[in-house]
């Protein structure tokens, strides 16, 4: 019946025997194939994407172009799941506005056949390839930043009630409703799938299954969700591309071509951006992945970083920009009558781009996220062989993307900050190499040397063994990590491999997740390695003892004559996990709490064991959102812990913040505390010239 009455619309699926047929009775495409339909024509199906057959004709004249036909279901399927064909018309006529409004970036469309559901346009020849795939092999462009900010700047402000009326924009809107097959799909596989058990979700199992199952049951991630899938159903904003994505874009080092807006209607334009921005990250994550003994993949890990950054700072330059040079024009939602000075018009132009980039970070980590857990996965990642090294880019992406998710408003701006620098690791590694060297030169054999550590220690130290040119006795790591990237593993010596190696790691350790431990066990194993693994259960009863030293040490201050209002508890990483648990235990209401990058080392059964005056003391909590040992969502958790208890805790977030400190956190910290000092007859806090070691 589904097939009968699609041929009575007029429709029927082309192959490369028919298409020949269709070109040749179709005179609109007569030009772009040199002038002639009688010339022998070379067609090749080439469509590699889940919707839609694409095929590029070659004419023996010289004339080429695509032609792009949709298909009555979702290709990637099949016909069990029924998709509308009018997704053709949407992107024949999105292709058709954009590019009127940014001829630079936009394919040409010669003809479109709203029966046949097809598209014919220009095609865009090689060198020209799909930008994830130059992506994917390391390739710079150094034009994609400034092409895809005006790309963007120029398709969602003249789209927009900053320059249309409210009659036009609402035709707009009108014209693009009808494309809400394509907009139920996106809210499907976007905003729902990946929160619940849904029949075509796959994950890189059976790494990812934990993960997964994580996401599913992240309440705040949940909430987060809800809250941008409304704003994609309901904020009729500019008409979006709609599917951004790198496989969305054709390059070269000087041209960037955008195509295939099949999903576009008028929506949020974060989404978009968002969308872009996803994107690149998603592909700064799979570097480690592709990373070899000739190319570690560093710099060009780097260039994706100042990638993503240019985009969004050149788009808001320009679109503010547009704004400002068409203020006066046709545009409703903000009258010159009413913003009728710079200064007003400055402030609103700011608070909008603020609220465009927390959208834009929010939709972006949405669209990550359904690529790790959806349906649809992505190039970058599934092209990885080695399962195991694949799920361990996608983990860190999969965190980084639930961390910008839940605190996008905390952003500033979208510069980058810190970057771990493999340089500092290897540094380390040749003193603890110095350290051994001055051993066996005293005459202890290797075999009697034992290398171990804690956390970092612990991550230095299997780095030490594995770079050291001799074969050790053996190497502990202690809830620890791999600090290098896999491409190291060329420069693993024979001798090194082995040593022996034992790994104990906590299975509830919010500082450096068992996953860590696990990712490390692999790669070792993976040498041909000896290396045990043991899990072991959180140690509250350890972590009381350490309360029990810091308690101690601050009697002794207040004691001494110390107001315990002038007493600050510190810590980095464990150090701030030490403090937070330090200062909930106290008795006495202390100056304040500061953690860095830390997390609450107890359970939250303890809560009654807090004393009413600990309560009181103030608490400021940094987290960077590129952390990946203690991942933000052990700081989300502790400060939404001491919320609870009624606590003051003001929680500072850095975007592409590491496992580090910066100058910017040290310069907060002082002022910080030099305020709550004013509070009292506090003492002078010394300048921070430096990163101290706060740990």
Known sequence: MAASAEEQQGFHPLDEVSLVSYIKA????AAPLGGRLDAP???KEVGDGNLNFVYIVLSDSGGS????????????VGDSWPMTRERAYFEASALQKHRALCPDHVPEVYHFDRAMSLIGMRYIEPPH???RKGLIAGVEYPLLADHMSDYMAKTLFFTSLL???TTDHKKGVAQYCDNVEMCRLTEQVVFSDPYMLAKYNRCTSPFLDNDAAAVREDAELKLEIAELKSMFIERAQALLHGDLHTGSIMVT???TQVIDPEFAFYGPMGYDIGAFLGNLILAYFSQDGHADQANDRQSYKKWILKTIEDSWNLFQKKFVELWNKHKDVNGEAYLPAIYNSSEL????????????????????????IRRIVGIA???DFESIEDPSKRASCERRALNCAKAILKGRRQFESIEHKSVRDEEDVLRAVQGVHAMIDSEIAAATNPQDVFVFGLSHGGALGIASVLLYPKTLGGCAVFSGFLPFNPSFAARVTAEAKKTPVLWIHGQVDSLIPIEAGRDGTIFLRGLGMSCEFKKTARDEKGVLKAVELVHEMLDKEVAAGTNPSNIFVCGSSQGGALAIASALLYPKTLGGCVVFSGSLPLNKSFAEKVPSEARKTPVLWFHGMADDLVLIEAGHAGCAFLQELGMSCEFKVYPTLGHTLVDEELQYFQQWIKDRLSQGNGVPVPSISDKTDLQ
């Open 26 to 29: 179709t005179p609109a495409l």
């Open 41 to 43: 024509l070379t067609i």
């Open 65 to 76: 172009l695509v032609v792009k036909q949709a298909l009555p279901y979702i290709r990637c």
């Open 129 to 131: 390839i799909i930008l």
């Open 163 to 165: 320059y249309n009326s």
């Open 253 to 255: 080092t000087d041209s």
């Open 345 to 368: 018009l400055s402030l609103a132009q700011k608070k909008y781009v603020k609220s465009l980039f927390h959208d834009s970070l929010g939709f972006g980590s949405a669209k990550m």
């Open 377 to 379: 996965h992505v190039e």
